[in-house]
Antibody, heavy 126, light 107 residues
Framework: EVQLVESGGVVVQPGGSLRLSCAASGFTFDDYTMHWVRQAPGKGLEWVSLISWDGGSTYYADSVKGRFTISRDNSKNSLYLQMNSLRTEDTALYYC???????????????????WGQGTLVTVSS | DIQMTQSPSTLSASVGDRVTITCRASQSISSWLAWYQQKPGKAPKLLIYKASSLESGVPSRFSGSGSGTEFTLTISSLQPDDFATYYCQQYNSYTLTFGGGTKVEIK
């Protein structure tokens, strides 16, 4: 059974830093691109970042570029999001999400999500 | 970035109704579109991918259509479990975008 469990969400002051983690199980983690998606309270979904199976490629939403860094440790089946220079508008529930196709598939670049974690809440407030 | 516009933002319907939600892309995304259902306090659930392919385990009353810039999600006969918020998502580019969501409420 695929499981994604996020952790690390807390209350932090504007300008502060935080690292989120996502522990993955039930699939071959190092065969899949992984993503972070966030949802501000009462709002819609916003894609944040992606990292390729080997960590060699990363992409970011303009709203977090230069402040957030995505990484992974395949030996630990874990995904991370380092968040710096946090702003009040970064307050959200942060989900990690798995794409449907592994790196061997001809559809490997089809980035839609078949599994999501339960999310971890980040609150940026003074 | 590609903008995704969903309409309506809220929809009131009754059990048994046929419901259609529209998603428009700011530029052509071919068929690279997914639909999700989200219930309060839960993570989104995949319903449709590649515009019209039904995810395994999803009831056949859900269907998707469209290509290019205009897409629809149809629920053929609304069931009590279907009252939720629905999101479209484009994956034509590495920077993904979601629509603003459509909340389906009980009439």
């Amino acid at each position: 059974e695929v499981q994604l469990v996020e952790s690390g969400g807390v209350v932090v002051q504007p300008g502060g830093s935080l690292r989120l983690s996502c522990a993955a199980s039930g699939f071959t983690f190092d065969d899949y691109t992984m993503h972070w998606v966030r949802q501000a309270p009462g709002k819609g979904l916003e894609w944040v970042s992606l990292i390729s199976w080997d960590g060699g490629s990363t992409y970011y939403a303009d709203s977090v570029k230069g402040r957030f860094t995505i990484s992974r440790d395949n030996s630990k089946n874990s995904l991370y999001l380092q968040m710096n220079s946090l702003r009040t508008e970064d307050t959200a529930l942060y989900y990690c999400a798995k794409v449907a196709y592994d790196r061997y598939s001809s559809s490997t670049l089809e980035y839609y999500f078949d599994y999501w974690g339960q999310g971890t809440l980040v609150t940026v407030s003074s | 970035d590609i903008q995704m516009t969903q309409s309506p933002s809220t929809l009131s319907a009754s059990v048994g109704d046929r419901v259609t939600i529209t998603c428009r892309a700011s530029q052509s995304i071919s068929s690279w579109l997914a639909w999700y259902q989200q219930k309060p306090g839960k993570a989104p659930k995949l319903l449709i991918y590649k515009a019209s392919s039904l995810e395994s385990g999803v009831p056949s009353r859900f269907s998707g259509s469209g290509s290019g810039t205009e897409f629809t999600l149809t629920i053929s006969s609304l069931q009590p479990d279907d009252f939720a918020t629905y999101y479209c998502q484009q994956y034509n580019s590495y920077t993904l975008t979601f629509g603003g969501g459509t909340k389906v409420e009980i009439k």
